[in-house]
C-alpha cells in the first residue's frame, strides 16, 4: 500500500538544501546507492567544543552555484562507501535537510569529491524509501502526488 504523502519523482530533480543555504541543485536518483551523497571540496575533520565537526565548501569553483562558503557540521559516523567505480573510500556522513517536491526529509549524506561526475547530488535508498517512487521515465517532476490506488 501507498502512503498518502508518497510522491511520484523522476531519475533526476532539482532539489534544495535548506539548512546549508543551496536551492534548485541537480540530484540524481540512484536507486543502486544506499546512501545519499554530496559534492564537496576542502572537506576536513575538526574539534570544536569537545565534539568531532567536518568543514567543507559545497560544490566546487566550476559549478555555478558554488559560494566558497565554509560549512561546519557535526559528524554524525564515518563508513566505507564503495563508489560506482568499485573503489571504497572512508567517508564522514552527515545529517542535513533535503527538499525534493515540495517534501522535507531529514536524511544523511556522505561528503566526497563528485567533480568527476555529472549530477554533484546523489540521492540513495535511504532517503528515498517511504516517500518516493521513482519513474525512471521522468525527469524534474517536481513531485508529482500519488492518487490512492494508482497503479505505478
Do not use: W
Not at 63 to 83: A, G, M
Not at 98 to 124: C, D, H, K, Q
Amino acid at each position: 500500500m501507498i502512503k498518502r504523502s508518497t510522491l511520484r519523482i523522476g531519475r533526476r530533480e532539482f532539489t534544495n538544501l535548506p539548512e546549508l543555504n543551496v536551492q534548485g541543485i541537480e540530484a540524481k536518483i540512484d536507486t543502486g546507492a544506499y546512501t545519499s551523497a554530496l559534492h564537496c571540496s576542502s572537506i576536513r575533520a575538526v574539534k570544536k567544543n569537545g565534539g568531532d565537526f567536518v568543514e567543507f565548501m559545497l560544490l566546487d569553483d566550476d559549478h555555478p552555484q558554488f559560494t566558497s562558503t565554509i560549512h561546519s557540521l557535526p559528524i554524525k559516523k564515518r563508513k566505507r562507501i564503495r563508489s560506482s567505480n568499485g573503489t571504497t573510500q572512508l567517508r564522514y556522513i552527515i545529517e542535513t535537510q533535503i527538499e525534493i517536491g515540495g517534501v522535507t526529509i531529514n536524511t544523511e549524506f556522505s561528503l566526497s569529491n563528485r567533480s568527476a561526475m555529472t549530477y554533484p547530488l546523489l540521492i540513495g535508498r535511504k532517503t528515498l524509501k517511504k516517500h518516493f517512487i521513482i519513474d525512471v521515465d521522468l525527469i524534474h517532476t517536481g513531485g508529482i502526488p500519488l492518487i490512492p490506488n494508482q497503479n505505478v
